[in-house]
Protein backbone atom coordinates (compact mmCIF):
# COMPACT_ATOMS: atom_id res chain seq x y z
CA UNK A 1 0.00 0.00 0.00
CA UNK A 2 1.58 3.38 -1.53
CA UNK A 3 2.36 6.02 1.99
CA UNK A 4 0.45 8.77 2.16
CA UNK A 5 2.54 11.58 1.57
CA UNK A 6 2.78 14.09 4.83
CA UNK A 7 2.24 17.78 4.95
CA UNK A 8 4.60 20.12 5.54
CA UNK A 9 3.47 21.04 9.49
CA UNK A 10 4.11 17.09 10.18
CA UNK A 11 7.58 17.54 8.40
CA UNK A 12 8.57 20.44 10.46
CA UNK A 13 7.50 18.36 14.39
CA UNK A 14 9.34 15.22 13.11
CA UNK A 15 12.04 14.69 15.93
CA UNK A 16 15.40 15.97 14.52
CA UNK A 17 17.10 13.49 17.51
CA UNK A 18 15.26 10.74 15.84
CA UNK A 19 16.56 11.59 12.07
CA UNK A 20 20.09 11.58 13.43
CA UNK A 21 19.68 8.53 15.19
CA UNK A 22 18.09 7.05 12.28
CA UNK A 23 21.29 7.84 10.16
CA UNK A 24 23.66 6.61 13.02
CA UNK A 25 24.87 9.80 14.40
CA UNK A 26 25.55 9.88 18.18
CA UNK A 27 25.46 12.64 20.34
CA UNK A 28 28.46 13.86 22.14
CA UNK A 29 26.96 15.24 25.24
CA UNK A 30 23.08 16.51 26.72
CA UNK A 31 23.04 19.54 28.69
CA UNK A 32 19.15 20.03 29.88
CA UNK A 33 17.50 20.09 26.27
CA UNK A 34 20.47 20.63 24.62
CA UNK A 35 21.84 17.71 22.70
CA UNK A 36 25.04 18.42 21.05
CA UNK A 37 26.65 16.28 18.23
CA UNK A 38 29.77 16.46 15.91
CA UNK A 39 28.16 18.48 12.97
CA UNK A 40 26.72 16.26 10.18
CA UNK A 41 26.78 18.74 7.66
CA UNK A 42 30.56 19.31 7.95
CA UNK A 43 33.72 18.06 8.85
CA UNK A 44 34.97 19.30 12.87
CA UNK A 45 37.08 18.35 15.55
CA UNK A 46 35.19 20.03 18.17
CA UNK A 47 31.04 19.33 18.06
CA UNK A 48 29.36 22.79 17.07
CA UNK A 49 25.95 21.26 16.15
CA UNK A 50 23.06 21.64 18.65
CA UNK A 51 19.64 20.54 19.23
CA UNK A 52 17.12 22.03 21.39
CA UNK A 53 14.82 19.30 21.81
CA UNK A 54 11.66 21.21 23.73
CA UNK A 55 11.42 23.25 20.38
CA UNK A 56 12.87 21.14 18.08
CA UNK A 57 15.08 23.27 16.22
CA UNK A 58 19.20 22.91 15.58
CA UNK A 59 21.59 24.95 14.91
CA UNK A 60 25.34 24.56 13.40
CA UNK A 61 27.77 27.35 15.42
CA UNK A 62 30.37 26.06 12.41
CA UNK A 63 27.86 26.94 9.64
CA UNK A 64 26.04 29.61 11.85
CA UNK A 65 22.85 28.01 10.38
CA UNK A 66 19.94 26.49 11.74
CA UNK A 67 16.26 25.79 11.63
CA UNK A 68 13.98 23.01 11.69
CA UNK A 69 13.65 19.28 10.52
CA UNK A 70 12.70 20.05 6.85
CA UNK A 71 15.63 22.63 6.93
CA UNK A 72 17.94 19.91 8.18
CA UNK A 73 17.18 17.50 5.69
CA UNK A 74 17.33 19.93 2.84
CA UNK A 75 20.45 21.07 3.25
CA UNK A 76 22.33 18.02 4.10
CA UNK A 77 20.84 16.32 1.17
CA UNK A 78 20.37 19.37 -1.35
CA UNK A 79 17.19 18.43 -1.27
CA UNK A 80 14.38 20.15 -2.77
CA UNK A 81 11.25 20.60 -0.37
CA UNK A 82 8.56 18.05 -2.64
CA UNK A 83 12.16 15.93 -2.11
CA UNK A 84 12.62 16.29 1.82
CA UNK A 85 8.74 15.06 2.32
CA UNK A 86 9.50 12.36 0.72
CA UNK A 87 12.17 11.12 2.54
CA UNK A 88 10.33 11.54 5.58
CA UNK A 89 7.76 9.79 4.87
CA UNK A 90 9.72 6.98 6.33
CA UNK A 91 9.29 9.01 9.89
CA UNK A 92 5.31 10.04 9.25
CA UNK A 93 4.55 7.02 12.09
CA UNK A 94 2.70 9.73 14.49
CA UNK A 95 5.16 7.83 17.40
CA UNK A 96 8.20 9.34 16.10
CA UNK A 97 6.72 12.83 16.22
CA UNK A 98 8.77 15.59 18.51
CA UNK A 99 8.02 14.81 21.96
CA UNK A 100 7.33 19.06 21.66
CA UNK A 101 4.18 18.51 20.07
CA UNK A 102 2.17 17.06 23.69
CA UNK A 103 3.28 20.59 25.44
CA UNK A 104 -0.08 22.10 25.66
CA UNK A 105 -1.37 18.45 27.13
CA UNK A 106 -1.75 20.05 30.45
CA UNK A 107 -4.64 22.49 28.73
CA UNK A 108 -6.57 20.07 27.82
CA UNK A 109 -7.06 18.28 31.16
CA UNK A 110 -8.54 20.95 32.49
CA UNK A 111 -11.54 20.60 30.28
CA UNK A 112 -14.39 18.80 32.61
CA UNK A 113 -15.54 16.60 29.97
CA UNK A 114 -12.52 15.38 28.78
CA UNK A 115 -12.95 11.95 26.68
CA UNK A 116 -9.98 9.80 27.53
CA UNK A 117 -8.65 6.70 25.60
CA UNK A 118 -5.90 4.37 25.84
CA UNK A 119 -4.90 3.07 22.30
CA UNK A 120 -1.92 0.76 22.58
CA UNK A 121 -0.04 -0.12 25.91
CA UNK A 122 4.01 -1.48 24.81
CA UNK A 123 7.31 -2.30 26.80
CA UNK A 124 8.88 1.69 26.51
CA UNK A 125 10.66 1.78 22.94
CA UNK A 126 9.97 5.62 22.29
CA UNK A 127 12.97 7.49 22.70
CA UNK A 128 11.80 10.44 24.04
CA UNK A 129 10.71 8.74 26.89
CA UNK A 130 13.61 6.40 27.67
CA UNK A 131 15.19 10.08 27.14
CA UNK A 132 13.24 11.00 29.90
CA UNK A 133 13.51 8.26 31.78
CA UNK A 134 17.54 8.57 31.67
CA UNK A 135 17.41 12.38 32.36
CA UNK A 136 15.84 11.34 35.99
CA UNK A 137 18.66 9.26 36.15
CA UNK A 138 16.17 5.92 35.96
CA UNK A 139 18.08 3.34 33.92
CA UNK A 140 16.84 -0.29 35.28
CA UNK A 141 13.22 -0.44 34.48
CA UNK A 142 13.05 -3.16 31.61
CA UNK A 143 12.08 -5.49 34.34
CA UNK A 144 9.27 -3.44 35.77
CA UNK A 145 6.16 -5.28 34.80
CA UNK A 146 3.56 -1.95 35.81
CA UNK A 147 5.85 0.34 33.86
CA UNK A 148 5.11 0.52 30.01
CA UNK A 149 4.67 3.29 27.10
CA UNK A 150 1.13 4.24 26.77
CA UNK A 151 -0.05 5.73 23.62
CA UNK A 152 -3.32 7.11 24.13
CA UNK A 153 -6.37 10.36 22.95
CA UNK A 154 -7.42 13.07 24.88
CA UNK A 155 -10.78 14.29 22.68
CA UNK A 156 -9.41 12.73 19.37
CA UNK A 157 -5.81 14.21 19.91
CA UNK A 158 -3.15 11.62 20.48
CA UNK A 159 -0.53 11.32 23.26
CA UNK A 160 2.16 9.01 24.85
CA UNK A 161 3.93 9.00 27.50
CA UNK A 162 5.35 6.90 30.70
CA UNK A 163 2.37 4.80 32.38
CA UNK A 164 2.17 3.24 35.61
CA UNK A 165 -0.09 0.75 36.35
CA UNK A 166 -2.40 0.73 39.15
CA UNK A 167 -4.32 -1.87 41.42
CA UNK A 168 -7.35 -1.39 39.35
CA UNK A 169 -5.59 -1.09 36.31
CA UNK A 170 -5.41 2.40 35.91
CA UNK A 171 -1.95 4.43 34.47
CA UNK A 172 -0.50 7.01 36.61
CA UNK A 173 0.94 8.99 33.06
CA UNK A 174 4.42 10.80 32.87
CA UNK A 175 6.23 12.86 30.80
CA UNK A 176 7.43 16.26 30.38
CA UNK A 177 4.28 17.60 29.61
CA UNK A 178 1.95 15.54 30.83
CA UNK A 179 0.77 14.12 34.88
CA UNK A 180 -2.41 12.76 34.86
CA UNK A 181 -4.15 9.27 36.01
CA UNK A 182 -6.00 7.60 33.49
CA UNK A 183 -8.69 5.55 35.02
CA UNK A 184 -9.59 4.97 38.33
CA UNK A 185 -6.91 6.68 40.60
CA UNK A 186 -5.18 3.97 43.15
CA UNK A 187 -2.11 2.58 44.60
CA UNK A 188 0.08 0.51 43.50
CA UNK A 189 0.54 -2.65 45.77
CA UNK A 190 3.96 -4.69 44.61
CA UNK A 191 4.42 -8.12 46.12
CA UNK A 192 7.90 -9.21 45.56
CA UNK A 193 7.57 -12.18 47.60
CA UNK A 194 9.27 -10.31 50.76
CA UNK A 195 5.83 -11.24 53.75
CA UNK A 196 7.59 -8.95 56.52
CA UNK A 197 9.22 -6.04 55.31
CA UNK A 198 6.98 -3.15 53.11
CA UNK A 199 8.44 -0.08 51.51
CA UNK A 200 5.84 2.97 50.77
CA UNK A 201 6.48 5.80 48.08
CA UNK A 202 4.33 8.75 46.82
CA UNK A 203 5.22 8.09 43.61
CA UNK A 204 6.31 5.81 40.85
CA UNK A 205 9.51 7.27 40.47
CA UNK A 206 10.51 7.70 44.37
CA UNK A 207 10.24 4.11 43.77
CA UNK A 208 12.36 3.75 40.19
CA UNK A 209 14.83 5.66 42.33
CA UNK A 210 14.92 3.65 45.53
CA UNK A 211 15.09 0.31 42.86
CA UNK A 212 18.06 1.75 41.24
CA UNK A 213 20.21 2.42 44.17
CA UNK A 214 19.05 -0.08 46.37
CA UNK A 215 18.44 -3.54 47.47
CA UNK A 216 15.14 -4.72 47.23
CA UNK A 217 14.66 -6.69 49.88
CA UNK A 218 10.67 -5.94 50.55
CA UNK A 219 7.49 -5.73 48.74
CA UNK A 220 5.91 -2.03 48.00
CA UNK A 221 3.53 0.39 48.34
CA UNK A 222 3.45 3.04 45.62
CA UNK A 223 0.67 5.35 46.74
CA UNK A 224 0.02 7.71 43.29
CA UNK A 225 -1.74 10.02 45.73
CA UNK A 226 -0.63 11.26 49.35
CA UNK A 227 -4.16 11.08 50.41
CA UNK A 228 -4.63 7.08 49.52
CA UNK A 229 -2.56 5.94 52.12
CA UNK A 230 -5.52 6.14 54.32
CA UNK A 231 -7.54 3.35 52.47
CA UNK A 232 -4.24 1.24 53.11
CA UNK A 233 -4.14 0.40 56.42
CA UNK A 234 -5.45 -3.38 55.77
CA UNK A 235 -2.21 -3.78 53.37
CA UNK A 236 0.02 -1.93 55.83
CA UNK A 237 -0.92 -4.23 58.74
CA UNK A 238 -0.18 -7.79 57.06
CA UNK A 239 3.72 -6.65 57.64
CA UNK A 240 6.40 -6.48 60.42
CA UNK A 241 8.25 -3.74 59.42
CA UNK A 242 7.01 -0.35 56.80
CA UNK A 243 9.73 1.99 55.78
CA UNK A 244 7.90 5.43 55.12
CA UNK A 245 9.97 7.55 52.11
CA UNK A 246 7.56 10.48 51.75
CA UNK A 247 7.93 13.51 50.68
CA UNK A 248 9.86 16.35 52.43
CA UNK A 249 6.71 18.46 52.53
CA UNK A 250 3.76 19.40 54.39
CA UNK A 251 1.50 16.45 53.07
CA UNK A 252 4.45 13.99 53.53
CA UNK A 253 5.44 14.96 57.00
CA UNK A 254 1.63 15.11 58.07
CA UNK A 255 0.85 11.24 56.66
CA UNK A 256 4.22 9.90 58.45
CA UNK A 257 3.57 11.37 61.19
CA UNK A 258 -0.03 9.94 61.28
CA UNK A 259 1.25 6.62 60.24
CA UNK A 260 3.78 6.31 62.60
CA UNK A 261 1.44 7.18 65.54
CA UNK A 262 -0.76 3.68 63.87
CA UNK A 263 1.69 1.57 63.03
CA UNK A 264 4.17 0.78 65.74
CA UNK A 265 6.38 -0.92 63.30
CA UNK A 266 6.44 2.31 61.14
CA UNK A 267 9.97 3.91 60.68
CA UNK A 268 10.42 7.36 58.91
CA UNK A 269 13.63 6.69 56.35
CA UNK A 270 13.89 10.17 54.80
CA UNK A 271 16.75 11.28 56.45
CA UNK A 272 19.20 10.69 54.18
CA UNK A 273 17.35 12.66 51.35
CA UNK A 274 16.28 15.42 53.86
CA UNK A 275 17.65 18.31 52.13
CA UNK A 276 15.61 17.14 49.04
CA UNK A 277 12.00 17.56 47.96
CA UNK A 278 12.00 13.75 47.67
CA UNK A 279 13.45 10.85 46.69
CA UNK A 280 14.30 11.59 43.06
CA UNK A 281 14.90 14.98 43.73
CA UNK A 282 17.90 13.49 46.18
CA UNK A 283 18.93 11.01 43.18
CA UNK A 284 19.47 13.60 40.45
CA UNK A 285 21.43 15.52 42.85
CA UNK A 286 23.82 12.56 44.19
CA UNK A 287 26.90 11.41 42.82
CA UNK A 288 27.83 7.83 43.56
Wanted: overall charge positive; hydrophobic content about 35%; aromatic content about 14%.
Amino acid sequence: MKRKRITLEKARNISIELVLQKMNYTPSKTIGFDIWYSSPLHDEKTPSFKINTKINKWYDHGLQKGGNTIDFVAIKFNYSISEVLKFLEKYSDRSVFSFQEQKNIALIFTETESKIKINKVTEIQHFALKKYLENRKIYNYENESNLREVHYEVNGKKYFGIGFKNNTEGYEIRSKYAKICIGKKDVTHLVKGYKNKLRIFEGFFDYLSFINKFKSDSDFLILNSITLINRCDEILSKYDEIELFLDNDAAGNEQTKLTLEKFNNATDCRAFYKDFKDLNEWLLNTTF
